[in-house]
């Protein structure tokens, strides 16, 4: 548990630094611009990262699952030799998607439109500023969506409906808030990073009210999410 935690806290340490030292700087003076450069490395390295975590999600509810609903095979279930591999998958895969996506996105013709709609660089905001279509890239970015939004969050779910049946059986008041408190910060991780990044991801571009609100919701997720990982 504790492995995966150190992952997910050194994730969202570097998530944050990412981002929130260019925002400070945009909010601080007039000049709310940024480099080319330093939008394709935020673009590179904040995609990577997010990816990172939501698989990273999946194989926390995992651990929690086995851990809850499996305690006498713990240690057989999560040797360290697995949990170092399931780490490193997520990794992984992170760094794949952001090579494609980001590598996609940044190929598209701008014609001269240089103001993105959103206090980073990201891939949906990028893609709304090409000046040619942009179907193949944004079915690219709904089928990694549905990859690292949907199915982790699938198996999530699926972890944590067990769990509370698990924990229903508990009839220990001590035993329940055990369980409890033993999910409680991982579970509103969960809620706050994907209920934002669905907002994102799976709404529709043109029609989503909640696209003109994304900033801030995004923001919510970058600056939330790490305080109750470390709890």
Not at 115 to 139: G, R, S, W, Y
Not at 172 to 189: D, E, N, P, Q
Request: glycine content about 4%; hydrophobic content about 50%.
């Amino acid at each position: 548990m504790y492995f995966f935690l150190s992952h997910l806290s050194f994730l969202d340490l570097c998530f944050t630094s990412s981002i929130i030292p260019q925002l400070l700087v945009n909010l601080g003076g007039s000049d709310k611009s940024i480099t080319y450069g330093g939008c394709v490395v935020q673009l590179y390295v904040s995609l990577a990262l997010g990816s990172t975590e939501c698989v990273l999600l999946a194989v926390m509810s995992y651990d929690r699952y086995i851990a809850v609903c499996r305690p006498l095979h713990y240690a057989f279930a999560m040797r360290p030799g697995l949990c170092h591999i399931l780490a490193s998958v997520s990794w992984l895969s992170g760094v794949a998607t952001t090579l494609i996506q980001s590598t996609l996105t940044l190929q598209l013709p701008f014609c001269g439109h240089r103001q993105v709609d959103h206090f980073f660089c990201e891939v949906p905001m990028l893609i709304k500023l090409a000046c040619v279509d942009t179907t193949f890239n944004q079915a690219e970015l709904f089928v990694a969506s549905v990859l690292f939004l949907v199915v982790p969050l699938s198996l999530i779910l699926i972890s944590y409906w067990h769990i509370a049946l698990a924990v229903l059986k508990i009839k220990s008041a001590i035993g329940r808030h055990k369980a409890f408190g033993t999910c409680s910060s991982h579970l509103m991780v969960v809620i706050i990073f994907y209920g934002t990044i669905i907002f994102m991801y799976l709404q529709p571009a043109k029609t989503c009210f909640f696209l003109s609100h994304s900033p801030y919701l995004c923001s919510l997720s970058r600056w939330l999410s790490p305080s109750l990982s470390n709890k």
